[in-house]
């Protein structure tokens, strides 16, 4: 064991001195920039980044770039240093979703589908105003926000001042922590971005993200074009996208589930148990309207007992991430049983006990997830193309369920914030650039549906839907994907080989 771990170590030394990029001592100055942004060599973030290899920095920069002598941000980068980095010397840059997961949160996944990226150096930067940044943009009151407006019996104007009331609480502490909320988001994160590519003295660079990450992608692409070889995107949650009537965008993920409904027609076993399944989700939603399931959990927090009610704009929400994390072959049978006066076999799909009582459940921790820059990039994104409170208002009278859906945009319209963005952001992206589109047939968040309308302005692209898989599909890791990214990235103007995705197979639908 000794004898391997002194040859590990060796194999890693080598990797380190035949490395382009500089290893000095921990905290030494490795380059700057004339405008101001360093780059130093740091401790990484966790023990097992690097244990795997990771080169660790810290890179520095201004909050605000448009005023002198103001506060700097530290934000954490991480290089893992690809196997086949002198042939392949254009890096893989790769954005965490979420928004504002941290790479302590994400590396570990990331590097469990690197195969895709054929050897090439890995790069992640921790977004500014994450959990390890800092400052890091904390609101650890959201998690009992979000859980409470799940949980919360039918009055839609309690909820909304619940959201509206932490919000503005969330805007106020960061203001009292002498941080500039408008400055955390896509458009600055690009220049970051860019700095970090200088620093490293890259040239080229490929960037890439998953969901929220494959927005921060395409942002770069945006505002720094020549500096990008190929764009890959898995599910990407779309600045373009994300900004327009978000009722219409909770009616687009239905058409996921009438796509849905069209293959149980198709298997004889569901289309026999379930003739109504096209229509079932509503049937279930309006028998959780007309009588909310009621239950008590005990809040682990306080030891106390908490009464949950759970009626039908929860359902529409937790439907929604059924299909997120493909567990829609147990749709059918579900509502089927809400629909004839069962609604505690939802109990058996999910773990309502840990759901409500853990307050994490819903955000994760503050270690892995930074809160406050979920809201300042989030709502910051749209610019001056934020929703009003009468936009929001006039939505949510159509559809409650928006107090939910998609972590909830339509609460940034009493975001205090607009974002200090230029009004191209939240435009789409226009690009001769290769770009490669993942997509998750079932995914009901970043859809095939996503992928068509950004291909309309994007010349290069190309777009692959994994059949019967939800969001995310490279990290899947399924040898079919890594193998069609792997081609992509060796030769971006060409088509890839997608026979492989008839290897997908349905999962079963439950009849019982």
């Not at 050897?119 to 105003?129: A, K, P, S």
């Not at 039918?154 to 500039?180: A, H, M, R």
């Not at 027609?265 to 079932?280: G, I, M, S, V, Y």
Request: glycine share 8%; proline share 7%; net charge neutral.
């Amino acid at each position: 064991m000794q004898c391997r771990r002194r040859v590990a170590q060796a194999a890693l030394t080598l990797l380190m001195l035949s490395s382009p990029i500089a290893v000095p001592m921990a905290q030494e100055l490795v380059n700057e920039l004339p405008d101001g942004a360093r780059l130093y060599r740091s401790a990484c973030p966790s023990d097992d980044i690097a244990a795997l290899g990771g080169l660790c920095y810290r890179l520095e920069v201004a909050e605000n770039r448009s005023k002198a002598g103001g506060r700097s941000v530290k934000v954490p980068i991480v290089v893992f240093p690809g196997s086949s980095r002198q042939e392949r010397p254009d890096p893989v840059f790769w954005f965490q979703g979420g928004p504002s997961y941290g790479i302590t949160a994400s590396y570990k996944g990331i590097l469990g589908f690197k195969d895709a990226f054929d050897g090439r150096d890995i790069v992640l930067t921790e977004f500014r105003g994450g959990p390890k940044a800092e400052p890091a943009l904390q609101c650890p009151d959201e998690n009992y926000v979000y859980s409470e407006v799940v949980a919360k019996g039918p009055g839609t104007g309690d909820k909304v001042k619940l959201w509206s009331d932490f919000l503005s609480k969330c805007y106020k502490t960061l203001l009292q922590e002498n941080i500039d909320p408008n400055q955390y988001n896509d458009y600055t994160q690009a220049f970051d971005t860019d700095d970090v590519r200088k620093l490293l003295k890259y040239d080229k660079i490929n960037v890439g993200g998953g969901s929220a990450g494959g927005g921060t992608a395409m942002a770069y692409l945006k505002y720094f074009p020549d500096h990008v070889r190929a764009v890959v995107l898995d599910s990407a949650w779309l600045n373009s996208l994300k900004y327009r009537p978000m009722l219409t965008e909770l009616q687009g993920w239905r058409l996921t589930y009438e796509d849905l409904a069209d293959r149980c027609k198709l298997d004889a076993a569901c289309a026999r148990a379930f003739p109504t399944f096209a229509f079932d989700l509503n049937r279930a939603r309006a028998a959780l309207d007309a009588h909310p399931w009621t239950f008590v959990i005990t809040d682990r927090t306080t030891g106390k007992p908490r009464e949950i009610v759970f009626e039908g704009m929860d359902l529409e929400w937790l439907v929604y991430h059924f299909l997120f994390d493909d567990k829609y072959n147990q749709l059918p049978a579900l509502f089927d049983d809400i629909i004839k006066g069962r609604p505690e076999s939802l109990a058996k799909a999910v773990d309502f006990q840990k759901m409500f009582s853990s307050p994490y459940y819903f955000r994760s921790p503050p270690e892995v997830r930074a809160f406050g820059h979920y809201w300042a990039s989030t709502c910051g994104n749209a610019g001056a193309a934020k929703l009003t409170t009468d936009d929001a208002l006039a939505m949510i009278a159509a559809e409650p369920a928006l107090l939910l859906w998609e972590r909830p945009l339509t609460m940034c319209a009493w975001w205090p914030g607009q974002g200090d963005v230029p009004a191209s952001l939240a435009a789409p992206v226009v690009s001769d650039k290769p770009v490669l589109l993942l997509t998750g047939q079932v995914d009901a968040c970043c859809s095939t549906r996503w992928a068509d309308h950004a291909m309309r302005y994007l010349s290069a692209a190309q777009s692959v839907e994994a059949p019967w898989t939800g969001h995310g599909p490279l990290s899947y890791a399924s040898p079919c994907l890594l193998a069609i990214t792997r081609q992509y990235l060796r030769q971006p103007n060409g088509p890839v080989d997608k026979r492989c995705l008839a290897d997908f197979k349905q999962k079963g639908w439950q009849v019982q």
